[in-house]
Antibody, heavy 117, light 112 residues
Framework: ELQLVQSGAEVKKPGESLKISCRGS????????IGWVRQMPGKGLEWMGI????????RYSPSFQGQVTISDDKSINTAYLQWTSLKASDTAMYYC??????????WGQGTLVTVSS | DIVMTQSPLSLPVTPGEPASISCRSS???????????LDWYLQKPGQSPQLLIS???KRASGVPARFSGSGSGTDFTLKISRVEAEDVGVYYC?????????FGPGTKVDIK
């Protein structure tokens, strides 16, 4: 059974760095696209970017280009979302999702990131 | 980028009654292979999104038959034949033609 397990909730201060993770199991990690979706409090879903581990093809949504870094470690079937300097506006739930193409996504349970001084 | 819109944004429903949500895309989602690259997801309160419909009309595994998707090109519809209490949540359409995908704003369905 395909499963995505995300790292736990984080509480950070503005200016701090952060890397959250998403581990896939039950499928061929390198052969599926895996991406990140932001959901700010009380708001809708926004794709941040998507990665194909097989050839490290990474595609960012324009709003998130340069703001975050998406990466992976194929040896442990894990994708990452990273910030170098968090802002209060980064407070949100972050979901990872995977599929063999750009639709029919399966989802992780979400990671809540809270940025507050 | 393909922009997705939905209407209505809020939909109070009566259990047992039908419900319908419209989704429009700024570009055609009809691929040369004849398939429409449009997904529907439901996010129930406090949960991750779950796939309901792909390719505009293909029900995902385990999705009740009361859910159906239709449409082609730029205009799509999600219909619930008879709403049940467990169907409350936010429904999103998502274009899957270009990467990264993009979502509509969501339609919040709740019980009257």
């Amino acid at each position: 059974e395909l499963q995505l397990v995300q790292s736990g909730a984080e509480v950070k201060k503005p200016g701090e760095s952060l890397k959250i993770s998403c581990r896939g199991s039950g499928y061929s990690f390198s052969s599926y696209w895996i991406g990140w979706v932001r959901q700010m409090p009380g708001k809708g879903l926004e794709w941040m970017g998507i990665l194909y581990p097989g050839d490290s093809d990474i595609r960012y949504s324009p709003s998130f280009q340069g703001q975050v870094t998406i990466s992976d470690d194929k040896s442990i079937n894990t994708a990452y979302l990273q910030w170098t300097s968090l802002k209060a506006s980064d407070t949100a739930m972050y979901y990872c999702a995977t599929s063999r193409w750009f639709g029919e996504f399966s989802w992780g349970q979400g990671t809540l990131v809270t940025v507050s001084s | 980028d393909i922009v997705m819109t939905q209407s209505p944004l809020s939909l109070p429903v009566t259990p047992g009654e039908p419900a319908s949500i419209s989704c429009r895309s700024s570009q055609s989602l009809l691929h040369s292979n004849g398939k429409n690259y449009l997904d529907w997801y439901l996010q129930k309160p406090g949960q991750s999104p779950q796939l309901l419909i792909s390719f505009g009309s293909k029900r995902a595994s385990g999705v009740p038959a009361r859910f159906s998707g239709s449409g082609s090109g730029t205009d799509f519809t999600l219909k619930i034949s008879r709403v049940e209490a467990e169907d409350v949540g936010v429904y999103y359409c998502m274009q899957a033609l270009q990467s990264p995908p993009t979502f509509g704003p969501g339609t919040k369905v709740d019980i009257k």
